[in-house]
């Protein structure tokens, strides 16, 4: 929730709160002059003079009355309107925060787990580079081994060369007409 929400709020709860006790008071006054007007012409007939010798006076008094009680009928009325749409706003202010906790709950959540998960896709990363490496020595002794191979075969090739005397099949006269081959080495 964000600071510019916070006041708001507490504003609008203190606002509810007024209304409420200016209601309240309305309703007080509302239920004085109900009370009055029960008395003044229900309650007490014997004091009531008849119809034709009410003074002027007292109809203006009972007229006044009653624009009183329905000017703090329109207001109580207007004032419960008021309330109800506070109290709605009050109620999606509710929610709105709700949710907005209920979220950031779930970023702090994640915020928490990244480091692991981070953690884990490179590991799996690494897995594959350990294993390339692994193939790529592999690869590498084969062919050093192969190249040592080659490097003595041509050591020994040029060493004979150097040596002056190229060796031949020596052919020997008997029947068996065997020849000899001159060995490479270990090629």
């Known amino acids: 929730m964000s600071q510019s929400e916070t006041p708001s709020l507490h504003s609008l709860q203190a606002e509810v709160s007024q209304l409420r006790e ?6 007080q006054l509302v239920e004085q002059l109900s009370q ?25 008094q ?9 000017g703090v009928e329109e207001q109580v009325t207007f004032y419960q309107e008021q309330i109800a749409q506070k109290d709605g706003e009050v109620y999606h202010l509710r929610q709105s925060v709700q949710e907005l906790t209920d979220r950031a709950r779930m970023l702090e959540q994640v915020v928490q787990e990244l480091p692991e998960i981070y953690r884990q896709k490179f590991a799996d990363r690494m897995e594959e580079v350990k294993d390339k490496v692994e193939r790529l020595q592999r690869e590498n002794r084969q ?8 490097s003595y ?11 002056g005397h190229l060796e031949l099949p020596s052919i020997s006269g008997g029947d068996s007409g065997d020849i000899s081959l001159p060995s490479l080495g270990n090629a």
């Open 36 to 60: 009055e007007l029960f008395r003044l012409v229900k309650g007490n007939n014997s004091l009531l003079p008849a119809s034709q010798d009410v003074p002027e006076e007292y109809l203006a």
């Open 62 to 70: 009972m007229r006044s009355l009653r624009e009183q009680l329905q």
């Open 22 to 27: 200016e209601l309240q008071m309305r309703d």
């Open 143 to 150: 062919l050093h081994a192969e190249l040592q191979s080659v």
């Open 153 to 163: 075969r041509l050591a020994v090739r040029s060493k004979r060369k150097t040596a």
